[in-house]
């Protein structure tokens, strides 16, 4: 069975931070932190990405 490879994200710039709780789960971001985005993204955080304030580690 292959394991697919999952995009991480991070802050655009280091010196903030993001943090949400939503009705289904929570999910933050601060420093140089690199996470796998959650299952299903709250609306603000993918206008986030949008926005380019969190961006796709290459």
Do not use: H
């Amino acid at each position: 069975m292959a394991v697919a490879n999952k995009k991480k994200y991070k802050l655009k710039d280091p010196a903030t931070q993001f943090a949400e709780v939503t009705s289904e789960g929570s999910f933050s971001l601060a420093g140089g932190q690199e996470k796998e985005l959650p299952k299903n993204p709250s609306r603000e955080l993918l206008k986030r990405i949008e926005a380019g304030f969190i961006i796709e580690v290459k």
